[in-house]
């Protein structure tokens, strides 16, 4: 278990006492004054904003742990709903910022979907949460009215609470993270054929979540990851895709060849790969493997390998 987990357990069961201890209402101002002592530790009072008259409903929920959903959310003069974690309450009024709604004009939203760990100002080292744990949502006015998030940014200068009796208006609720048991998947069929040596057909390729088909020649056999692929495929969008026409020796983004056609029968061998940068572009190559890897399963690269049978013209 990593420390943010661990303080995660620590934290549930310390506020799970204060709830059997206390009633509704009384948890929540405990909640409040804790927001409000952390804001005021972390800023010295400055990350206060004026009183106005604002509410917040999150409740708990399970999500994928990329975004979470703030169920009401009322800003008299418009602004944002911030999302913190557990460090909030130890004082840390900026670093517990893990996510922040779009800006929202005045008035009362609903069901605002925010999501973490994209914040103006913050390199997370995460992309999703790592474990189920308590979440608090702060509405956030818009003070120097650029509709931007600037309160990480600016060190509480600037976008600060909205407030009640000059205490954050808060809302915790715990986050169950759901994980996704549908990795991404692919299958391609290469068949034998006959070819005047530009150019191939892969049968069919499934790629759950779209990108491309390459084709290798054996030397990826040795290991030759890179310089193997002779050909690749136009983007696919996700879904199945049948009669794939590949040309050979043309077409891969930082690949130099020597020959224009393949000169004698080769076994040959197509492979899907992704379009993780999603830029419609190969990028496997030009950079060195980092975009663009390869469908997988159980860790093994999806391939399919075919004899392609050269034919001279008129036969």
Sequence with gaps: MSERDNAGETGRTAR???????DGTSRRRFLTMAAAT?????????AIADEHESTVTFDDQTTDGKTVTVAAATLPEGGFVAIHDERLLDGDALGSVVGVSEY????????????????KGVDFEEETLEGD???????????????????????????GPYTVDDEPVVDDAMITVEADDEEPMAEVC??????????V???EATLSEGGFVTVHDATLL??????SVIGVSEVLDAGTHGEIEIALFEGVPGAEFEMEML???????AMPHFDTDEDGDYDFLTSEGEEDGPYTVDGEPVVDDATITVHGDGC
């Design 16 to 22: 799970e006492t204060v709830g059997d201890a206390l």
């Design 38 to 46: 952390g804001a005021a530790v972390a800023l010295g009072g400055t």
């Design 222 to 227: 040795d290991g030759a990851v890179f310089d």
């Design 104 to 119: 929202l004009d005045e008035g009362t939203h609903e069901d605002v979907e925010v999501a973490l760990f994209d914040v």
């Design 263 to 269: 000169e004698e029968d080769a076994t040959l061998i």
């Design 190 to 199: 290469f068949r034998d054929q006959e070819s005047d040596g530009t150019s």
């Design 133 to 159: 744990q308590t979440l608090i949502a702060m509405p956030h006015l818009d003070t120097d009215g650029n509709e931007e998030y600037d309160f990480v940014e600016t060190e509480g200068e600037e976008d």
């Design 201 to 203: 057909w892969v049968h």
